[in-house]
């Protein structure tokens, strides 16, 4: 079982800013893709969830085709992304912003409710679960962003920068809860992320773009040993991260 996405191109008139990216994701797997600003991670990531249509290609979960399905119709077949901001309901508490990604999926109240009480106590949140979501610590956001998405019950899941501005502890709490969601519920996990060292310590296998192409996909310290990895990227980045 896994998400595909075959020779994905993808063009702005000359721009190219994606050339035939191919790429897949098993269940329960934690996979990182990086690569400089303007590589077209995020692009990818707008393609596979319906976001963005490719110029040429083809994207399969469980071997059955997704282009021309809506985002929507996407994360009703198990393909589910969170954005670069976290998208908090302040006015609500923290298990009615839980329940929000169950009943999206056409979840009873009571089904939402207990998929959003499961979620919480599994990412260590179940204790603020009456709390205001305004209330939240920046990290404690980005987490309850994991749980709703959660939530929707993922098959695979597509994460763009989770931390991005997080402080050292936060950023350890998001590990944890990101190795939760793969070992406790078997779910594809793709990450997107800027921290090399949150990705070469928490990903199975490693996918590097470089201006809109694959520069190498491997283990990380495969990736971390690629001389080409080390020219282009991770060597400009201020070295590498075990």
Not at 65 to 73: E, H, K, T, V
């Amino acid at each position: 079982m896994s998400l595909n996405a075959d020779n994905i191109t993808m063009a702005f008139g000359a721009l190219v800013a994606l050339r035939d990216i191919t790429l897949n994701l098993d269940q329960g797997e934690i996979l990182g893709l990086i690569g400089p600003n303007g590589a077209g991670k995020t692009t990818v990531v707008n393609i596979i969830s319906g976001f963005q249509r490719m110029s040429s290609g083809a994207v399969s979960v469980d071997g059955r085709p997704l282009d021309g399905l809506s985002p929507q119709a996407r994360s009703r077949n198990g393909v589910v992304r969170t954005f670069q901001g976290a998208r908090i309901f302040s006015s609500m508490t923290v298990l009615e912003n839980a329940k929000v990604g169950a009943l999206a999926q056409g979840a009873s109240d009571r089904e939402a409710e207990d998929r959003a009480h499961a979620a919480l106590s599994r990412l260590g949140l179940r204790d603020l679960a009456g709390l205001p979501a305004s209330r939240l610590t920046y990290g404690q956001e980005r987490e309850l962003d994991l749980v709703r998405a959660l939530c929707t019950g993922p098959r695979y899941l597509l994460l763009d920068e989770p931390a991005a501005g997080m402080n050292e502890s936060e950023t350890a709490s998001l590990k944890k809860a990101v190795r939760a969601i793969r070992d406790d519920f078997g779910i594809g996990v793709m990450l997107i992320e800027h921290d090399m060292s949150l990705v070469m310590s928490l990903c199975d296998r490693v996918q590097v773009l470089v201006k809109g192409e694959t520069l190498t996909v491997g283990r990380p310290a495969e990736v971390q040993r690629n001389k080409d990895v080390l020219a282009s990227y991770l060597g400009s980045a201020g070295g590498v991260v075990a």
